[in-house]
Structures are given as C-alpha cells and as structure tokens.
C-alpha cells in the first residue's frame, strides 16, 4: 500500500510534465522553396493556374506555409505529446469512461478484410462481416437480456432517439398518443435532447436527498399520456438503482415503457440483466463500455436492444442468418421505423466491441464490472475524509466528490491535477461544484493511489496555499487560461506579420 503523499512529494512528482517553450505554427516555421513532396515531372499540359483559379488567386497567392517533411512531422509529432490521451495519462473522467482501449481490437479492425470492405458489395462477397455483426447483435442481445438488438445508432444520443422512436412507433400503432417523456433530474443531457428530437415532451422526476429518484414522485407523474420513463443506471451520480421492478410496474400498468440508457453498462455486465429487471428498451454505448478510442464527440456506437414486443418497429435492414447458414440484409419489415443510419453503421466501432467481448469471454465481462465497482469504491473510500461524497456509497463505477475548501473551487482542483499528469475529472455536473470521478476497470491499484496521493495533496494545499492553486496549472505548456476572453474574444486565425 502506497502511503500520501506530502505536498513536497507531490511538487517532486509534478514534473512529470514539464512546462514547454511555445511550439511556433507552421506559417511561423516557413521558410520560401522548402517542400515536404517531391512531385514528379509534370506529364500533362501545363495550365495557367490563375485562368483556371481566376477569383481564388485575385488576392495574390494565399500564404500557405512552406515546410520540409522532417519540420513538418516534428511538428505535428510535438504538438501530439501535449495532448492529454489515455496511452500516457489516468484520464478519471467520469460518465464519459475514459479507459485503455486494447491493441488486440485496433488489429481486428484495421483487417483489410473487413476494414476495406464497401457498403455497397453483395451480402454473398461480405460474409465475414455480416457474420461478424450478427454475432455481435446475439452477444449484446444475451448481454442487455433482452431479445432483439439493432447496430444501426451511430453514437449513444443516436440510440437514445432510435430507441424513443421505437416506442413511439409502437405507441401509434396501438392508437395510442403519448407526447411526454419523463427522466429524473441526474439525467444525462443528451436524453431530454433526444426527447425534443423526437417531437416529445421532457419532465424530471426528482431525486431523493441520497441521490435515487423519488420513485413515488414517479408514480404521481405517470399518466396515459406517458411514452416511457429514461433513466441511467448505474445513474450519472454512480448508484445502482434497485428499484427498478418496482418502477417498471408503475409504468407498464399505465402502458408507459421504461428505457434505460445503458451507457454505464461496464458497472454490470454480466452480473445483472436489464431486461430481467423489467427494461423494454435500452441503448448501449459501446465506445464506453466495450472500447474504442473516443472522446469529444467520437467515433461511437449506440446499439439499441428491445423487448419482445418491440421488435417489428426496430430500423431496417437487420442482420439475418439464413436456415442454410448465409447472412443477409433483411429489409423485410413493414412496421420498422426505417434506417436511422447511412449504409450498415459504424461498422470500425463494432468490430472493435465485437473483439473486445470475444477476448474477454464471459468470465472476462464480469471481471470488468466488478474491478469498475471495485475501483470507484477504492477510490471513495480513500477521499472520504478530505473530500465531501455527498451521496452514500456503495458506489457502482463512478461517485461524485465535492472540494469543501474556503475560496477555493472544482476547477482550481480540476487545474491543479494537470501538474501531476492526472487528467481532471468530470466538474460541475450533475451537481454544483463537484467533480465526478470514474477511474474505469483498467486502472492498476499504483494508478489509483497516485491519484489519491494527487487529490490529497491537493486538499492540503487548499487548506495551506490556496493561492498556488488559484494559479494552476504551472507545468502545463499553456497555464489558466480566461476561459470568459477565450470563449467571447476566439480568434484562432493566423495573421501574417507582413
Ligand atoms: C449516461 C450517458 N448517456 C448518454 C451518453 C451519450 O453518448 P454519446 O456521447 O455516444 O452520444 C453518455 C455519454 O457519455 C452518457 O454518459
């Protein structure tokens, strides 16, 4: 077991990142001749560029930078080593599962025989995919516990509205009209935003002082124009919701669906199934869940798994397996709600979930959840006491941590764990003030409590030099930054001097 760190460790161990003189642009490292491509002699007519151009060229020729291809990969190889990315650093960056994605997966994605596949080829020449993502669709559909599963959604927000049209389109067939769409108040922000996609309604159910929602507020709200109740679980403050029989009962006795975003699958998989727990629909976010480089936007998944009955509403085509073993695209759906999704999805982040779970096999997959739990719980546990946990654990695979300190807030934290190489967690969501840490399964137990070391230090030295906290970061190539000037005063176009 690690002991704390001191401060005075901790300003040792913040070299791990040393400040950095700037690195020049490249307008700035041009000089006029050089050239990174050597281009072959010319073997066609040559044209006047400025007849062929005419407007582009009026204002003389544009300033484009001239740079060798040894300047150039510097360059470029320099500013890389700044970015913060889960290969060098401990990214406990929480709801967004920021974890080490393994090698194996990027091999069996890059395959050329499945990487260089086109969406336009005969179901007989792709084979080996579409048995590929039918096996996929079979491993999630057993994984969520329900029967029927679509690759199409192309990220977690995308399933979130896949799956709600589903519901609509289930809803209408029944006759049914049901414009309202309820969540509690920790909800994700992409899924009242995928209620208004949807032309519904979107209302918070409110949460308990310890953290679950208050399932008799729950049951006052659901009404015959209810579509379906969204919620986390694990939530976005890191409990499991046991409760969710019982919610599902109030909403189906009012024929009310219960969808679960399911992008916190990596706390259960494989110790408990959602739709043995009374789920009808939920999405998966398989870039979170089952790896894959991501972050800011992308590249994702969001697989949307359904109940039995709402099976006929789900886009089309499916992926089928013949009685005579082939695979095929079946577009043979009349009640579908037809493709949400250009070709057959993001087909690079599939096969990379569908190595993932392969490799990790089932007693793999209930590895994950527990050392997710195991994790978050270790970590609680060793800040409990320099850091306010406003919500009583046990935690599932994140928690929220709130800095108690006199004039010092989560971004002056936030800011300070840059100088230990420690990328800052999740600030100011879902609640005021607090930081929301998930350090994910793969984190090895000397990772974990170099940044307990982080946090404690920090809290000491909240408590014994708040000011050379107010100014961090102070190893980092670029140091606070007025957040206020950056975002009202953006300018990021290069000037030339002359
Ligand atoms: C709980 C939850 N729901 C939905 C999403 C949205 O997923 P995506 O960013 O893939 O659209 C996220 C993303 O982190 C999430 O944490």
């Known amino acids: 077991m690690t002991t704390a760190a001191t401060p005075t460790m901790m300003a040792k161990e913040n070299m791990s990142i040393q400040p950095q003189s700037p690195t020049p642009l490249l307008f700035e490292q041009s000089v006029s001749g050089a050239s990174a491509v050597a281009l072959p002699a ?61 090698r194996i997966n990027e091999r069996v994605a890059a395959m050329p025989g499945l990487a260089a596949l ?38 977690g927000a995308h399933g979130e509205m896949t799956g709600l049209m589903i519901i609509n389109a289930y809803h209408r067939d029944r ?66 919701d046991s409760k969710f029989s019982e919610i599902a009962k109030i909403l189906h006795d009012k024929g009310a669906m219960l969808y679960m975003d399911g992008a916190n699958m990596n706390a259960m998989l494989g110790v408990t199934r959602p739709g043995d727990f009374g789920v009808d629909v939920m999405h998966y976010n398989t870039h979170k869940t089952f790896s894959t480089p991501h972050g800011c ?24 397996q013949h009685e005579d073993g082939t695979f095929a695209w079946d577009y043979d759906s ?5 493709k949400v999704r250009s070709f057959y999805g993001q087909t690079g982040v599939l096969v990379r979930a569908y190595a993932y779970i392969r490799s990790l096999g089932n007693d793999g997959l209930v590895d994950v959840a527990r050392k997710a739990v195991l994790n978050a719980n270790y970590l609680a546990v060793r800040l409990k006491d320099a850091y306010k946990l406003p919500f009583d654990g046990p935690y599932a695979h994140e928690f929220i941590a709130v800095p ?33 840490i998930e350090p994910t399964e793969t984190e090895s137990k000397a990772t ?31 140091q606070r930054m007025d957040v206020v000037a950056a975002n009202r005063k953006l300018d990021v176009r290069w000037k030339p001097t002359s």
Not at 141 to 149: D, N, S, T
Not at 300 to 307: N, R, S, T, Y
Request: with cysteine; aromatic share 6%; hydrophobic share 40%.
């Open 297 to 320: 936007g992308g590249p994702g998944a969001g697989p949307v798994a359904v109940a039995e009955h709402l099976r006929p509403y789900l886009p089309k085509p499916q992926v089928v």
């Open 404 to 436: 108690e300190f006199e004039g010092v807030n989560e971004v002056d934290i936030a800011k300070r764990l840059l100088d230990s190489g420690i990328h800052p967690p999740t600030m100011s969501w879902p609640i005021a003030h607090c930081l929301m």
């Open 334 to 338: 009349p009640k579908s709600i037809g």
């Open 42 to 102: 010319l073997d066609v007519p040559p044209v006047d560029r400025s007849q062929m151009l005419g407007a582009m060229l009026a204002e003389g020729d544009r300033p484009l930078p001239e740079v060798g291809e040894l300047d150039l990969v510097r360059h470029y190889t320099r500013l890389a080593h700044r970015c913060f990315s889960i290969d060098e650093n401990f990214y406990p960056l929480g709801s967004c599962t920021m974890k080490y994605n393994p």
């Open 118 to 155: 086109h969406p336009y080829q005969n179901d007989a020449d792709v084979q080996g995919m579409l048995e590929l993502l039918f096996r996929l669709r079979t491993d999630l559909a057993e994984i969520a516990g329900l029967p029927e599963v679509t690759l199409q959604p192309a990220a």
């Open 448 to 478: 974990l409590d170099r940044f307990v070391d982080a946090m404690l230090a920090i809290a000491d030295e909240a408590k014994n030099d708040p000011n050379h906290l107010k100014n961090a970061p102070h190893n980092t190539p670029i």
């Open 175 to 240: 006759g049914e009209v049901r414009p309202k769409v309820l969540a509690p108040d920790t909800a994700h922000g992409t899924n009242p935003a995928s209620c208004t996609m949807c032309g519904k309604t979107y209302s918070q159910v409110p949460s308990l002082a310890g953290g679950h929602m208050d399932v008799d507020a729950l049951a006052k709200m659901v009404d015959e124009e209810t579509a379906a109740l969204m919620i986390t679980n694990p939530s976005t403050v890191g409990l499991f």
